[in-house]
């Protein structure tokens, strides 16, 4: 089965603008949630969609917004980029049932913001 | 507030020997709880779970048990090999929740 897959893997951008990171997760799996890690801060969750509706939601502003699409392929968008947003963003994939909830990361997206 | 805690910032341990990551939450509400290692540059990769209703888990080298009653739980790695240096982070989640709260992560450096 292959893993769960993250692009672009490298990025730059300027103070202001805007940024889409995508991720596919595992096949099958229908919950894909996304953390941000900073080495302040450490790992931090940002949200979760299952089936295309955001479950669960972190503490981040709303400039940090996602989607997910029918093929359980999610998007993440950051608007108007600050310095501190430059991390490492991390997507991964679950089944999304009771059971076991066990996630499962992507290589992450690392994002600076010049 | 940090709900999940590793407050060893770093451990050695020389190869063959038993490494012991430490880890601690303050939630009770808690009820699923996650291992990753993680290199550099790298998304953590899954290790071992374990959930409220058992006291162990076990999977080959790893074995991680959770202590209710002191809000703690531990993962054992015997016997340890160099391969296995790395940051290790444990995560919990709420009951029926994939939202995971992370601890900062252990350094473990297994030395040959």
């Known amino acids: 089965k292959a893993g769960v897959t993250q692009t672009p893997r490298y990025l730059i951008k300027t103070r202001g603008q805007q940024v889409t990171l995508s991720c596919s997760p595992i096949?099958?799996?229908?919950?894909v949630s996304w953390y941000q890690q900073t080495p302040g801060q450490g790992l931090q969750f940002l949200f979760e969609y299952f089936s295309e509706t955001q479950r669960n939601k972190g503490n981040f502003p709303g400039r940090f917004s996602g989607r997910q699409f029918s093929n359980s392929r999610s998007e993440m968008n950051v608007s108007t980029l600050e310095l501190g947003d430059s991390a490492l963003y991390l997507c991964?994939?679950?089944?999304?049932?009771?059971?076991?909830?066990?996630?499962?990361f992507g290589p992450g997206t690392r994002l600076t913001v010049t | 507030d940090q709900q999940v805690k590793q407050n060893s910032p770093s451990l050695s341990v020389q190869e063959g020997r038993i490494s012991i990551l430490n880890c601690d939450y303050t939630?009770?509400?808690?009820?699923?709880f996650l291992w990753y290692k993680k290199y550099p540059a790298e998304g953590p990769t899954f290790l071992i779970s374990i959930s409220s209703i058992k006291d162990k888990n076990e999977d080959g080298r790893f074995t991680v048990f959770l202590n209710k009653s002191a809000k703690h739980l531990s993962l054992h790695i015997v016997p340890s090999q160099p391969g296995d240096s790395a940051v290790y982070f444990c995560?919990?989640?709420?009951?029926?929740?994939?939202?995971?709260?992370f601890g900062t992560g252990t350094r473990l450096k297994v030395l040959a």
């Open positions: 939630n009770s509400m808690f009820d699923y």
């Open positions: 096949s099958g799996h229908r919950s």
């Open positions: 991964a994939s679950s089944s999304g049932g009771a059971g076991a909830r066990e996630q499962y």
């Open positions: 995560a919990a989640s709420e009951s029926g929740t994939y939202k995971y709260i």
